[in-house]
């Protein structure tokens, strides 16, 4: 009963807030403190919803997912192992952690004219941007999980006759795996963040472009519009993650 | 090697840098003998410990082993992220047969009385619990020699007390040979057949003191005070004499405390 409680609460409270705050919104758009164009008042940008739509907003969902998506699971796929062999290998490991501190702390949005340049328009200069700003943070995350794992654990291991390859599988893998998956929704709302400006300069359709074109054409009620679907999703892509951090196999790392 | 023998260890040296832990120490441990090794901090327990378990080489010397040898260490041994069940049954993976295995790994549970506990995993267990899911772990399949590395030493008193008597209890029913290393030396006295007590690096046997009574022991038992108060005697922490001329128990029980504070 207890935690059924507590998760209505976990959804009323966050509901009630987003329903004060558009009230305040409202009240505030009557005052007319600001010009309509700079406050665009809640009930237009309603009204906005059923033009954007007419405009593409579901296609510019599914390409800017779409992106996203690509982006991230390349950088997984990348980061991931390379984290692995770094955090099992010292000297590469003191080799090159500068140098992918010196990438991560990269903005992105700084290669944005190399993509265009590289990739042209389209999917592949998102992709590019999207995987620069998740590969680095995932290869970080695994190469300190690995490099942390107590060496209690390989001992145990080899006590009970794992070798070779089951060592990755059976102990390495697990032990990171929370790190990981922290690491991965860290980075999943930055690749968001970072294909909404991607598309904005170097798009032709996504989310990203769409806010960029309703600025162009002086339609800030249905910028809001986008701003509202981009944020809303931004939500419900870490709610997703999460689920990964409730698999009872990784819950050790998240309450010990 | 005699046969009666489940570990030799022989003129072993080890030396960490200018740091000498073993110049020429020997010792032997019989099949089904449950050695405890106490001696100062520092002194070499668990290097001797690694040796044994072969983790760790020495220098010169040797180590003679018969049959599978599995440890036990003081925290962290088991997998948190496979349920009690899953870690115990890392004790049978050559236990080829499906039902067999299931069969086993029950028998374990019940014994260590976790049969409820199979689906939980290590965080969700008390620090006894714990330690009793390591116990069924390392003592499933046949294991011949068990080597364990202080514990207990993590658990609160009175647990480290239900620990000894699960041990022994848990002995009787699966014998092996045992090298317990501890810095308790009731602990020793209480479980062990033979306590050896090592000497400052490098570490020498200083000590020998066999104890005849079955297990599980009273840790009050006449016998089990009369070791700890020789123990702590020879290590020239209590009064040697004052055991003739005073109650035993009463005696020993005050010269530990002295000890603590």
């Keep these: 009963m207890r935690s059924s409680n507590k998760t209505s609460v976990a959804i009323m409270l966050p509901v009630t807030l987003a329903i004060l705050g558009i009230l305040a919104w409202h009240a505030l758009a009557a005052f007319h403190l600001f010009p309509e164009s700079a406050l665009p008042p809640p009930m237009q940008v309603a009204r906005g919803v059923g033009e954007e739509i007419g405009l593409g907003l579901l296609d510019n969902v599914v390409v800017s997912l779409y992106r996203v998506s690509v982006g991230f699971l390349l950088a997984v796929g990348l980061g991931v192992p390379v984290g692995l062999w770094l955090g099992m290998n010292e000297r590469a490991r003191l080799a090159t952690l500068p140098l992918i501190n010196f990438f991560r702390s990269l903005s992105p949005l700084a290669w944005i004219p190399f993509a265009i340049l590289w990739f042209g328009l389209g999917d592949r200069p998102a992709v590019f941007l999207i995987f620069m700003a998740a590969v680095f943070p995932i290869i970080l995350a695994t190469t300190a999980a690995v490099a942390e794992i107590p060496a209690v654990r390989f001992r145990v291991a080899r006590d009970y006759g794992y070798s070779g390859i089951q060592l990755l599988t059976q102990v390495t893998l697990p032990a990171i795996a929370p790190q990981v998956i922290t690491a991965m929704r860290v980075t999943a709302g930055l690749s968001w963040v970072v294909v909404v400006a991607a598309e904005m300069l170097s798009g032709k359709d996504g989310l990203g472009f769409a806010v960029w074109d309703s600025r162009n054409n002086l339609r800030n009620d249905l910028l809001v519009v986008n701003m509202i679907v981009i944020g809303l999703i931004g939500v419900a892509v870490d709610r997703l993650l999460v689920q990964l951090a409730r698999i009872p196999s990784v819950r050790w790392g998240y309450e010990q | ?261």
Excluded at chain 2, 70 to 77: L, P, S
Excluded at chain 2, 142 to 147: C, F, G, H
């Design chain 2, 1 to 261: 090697m005699s046969s009666r023998l489940a570990l030799d260890i022989q003129g072993v040296w080890r030396s960490f840098g200018a740091v000498d832990v073993f110049q020429d120490l020997s010792l032997e441990v019989g099949a089904g003998e449950f050695v405890a090794i106490v001696g100062p901090s520092g002194c070499g327990k668990t290097t001797l410990l690694n040796l044994i378990s072969g983790y760790d080489k020495p220098d010169a010397g040797q180590v003679l082993r018969t049959g599978r040898m599995r440890m036990i260490y003081q925290q962290g041994g088991l997998f948190p992220w496979r349920t009690a069940g899953q870690n115990v049954a890392m004790g049978l993976r050559d236990v080829k047969d499906a039902a067999e295995r299931q069969r086993r790994l029950d028998e374990m549970l019940r014994m260590v009385g976790l049969e409820g506990f199979a689906d939980h995993y290590p965080h969700q267990l008390s620090g006894g619990m714990r330690q009793r899911v390591e116990l069924a772990r390392a003592l499933a399949g046949d294991t011949d020699i068990l080597l364990m590395d202080e514990p207990f030493s993590a658990l609160d008193y009175l647990t480290r007390l239900r620990m000894r008597r699960e041990l022994a209890l848990m002995l009787d029913q699966k014998p092996c040979t045992v090298v317990l290393v501890t810095h308790d030396i009731e602990e020793a006295a209480q479980l062990a057949d033979r306590v050896v007590v090592l000497s400052e690096r490098p570490a020498r046997i200083r000590y020998e003191r066999c104890l005849g009574i079955p297990r599980p022991r009273d840790l009050t038992s006449q016998e089990v005070v009369e070791a700890v108060h020789a123990i702590l005697a020879e290590m020239g922490i209590e009064n040697a004499a004052r055991a003739d001329d005073r109650p035993l128990e009463l005696a020993s029980r005050r010269g530990v405390k002295e000890n603590d504070r």
